[in-house]
């Protein structure tokens, strides 16, 4: 599935395209408002709704990035009347999000990519 014309593509994509899987899970991962809402998703399952007034992002844009991360297996959502409530699927995924943290860290690059306690906390953050 391609987004945002030029955006990048989502893994199943890449991978027909040819793009070794972990390339193309990386790729997906490469995007700053999928890494938003992938942090949003890991402090409990959100609707579209949801995600568009805690990120200050319009419908469209949460709906073409959820679909991308659906389309790579990291979320899904369940149906409950009208509404979807999105989640991750992966738990891996925070795994690996906290291991690039610590790559960074000792890179000199500390950013926040794992959800932290502070409640609100919606994005990502710069370390010291």
């Known amino acids: 599935m391609a987004?945002?014309?030029g955006a990048g593509?989502?893994?199943n994509a890449d991978i027909a395209a040819g793009v070794p899987p972990a390339a193309a899970l990386f790729h997906s991962l490469a995007?700053?408002?999928r890494l938003k809402i992938v942090q949003r998703?890991?402090?409990g399952e959100a609707r579209v709704v949801d995600l568009t007034g805690e990120l200050g992002l319009a419908q469209s844009?949460?709906?073409k990035h959820l679909a991308c991360l659906r389309d790579c297996g990291l979320i899904d959502y369940r149906a409950e009347?009208?509404?979807s409530f999105y989640a991750l699927?992966?738990?891996?995924l925070m795994d690996l999000?906290?291991?690039a943290e610590q790559l960074l860290a000792a890179t000199g690059h500390a950013v926040t990519l794992c959800p932290v306690s502070a409640p609100g906390s919606t994005g990502l953050e710069v370390g010291a």
């Open 3 to 5: 987004i945002d014309s």
């Open 41 to 43: 998703l890991a402090q």
């Open 9 to 11: 593509r989502c893994v």
């Open 81 to 83: 009347g009208r509404q």
């Open 61 to 63: 844009t949460v709906s």
């Open 89 to 92: 699927t992966r738990p891996e």
């Open 31 to 33: 995007d700053e408002t």
């Open 97 to 99: 999000l906290g291991a």
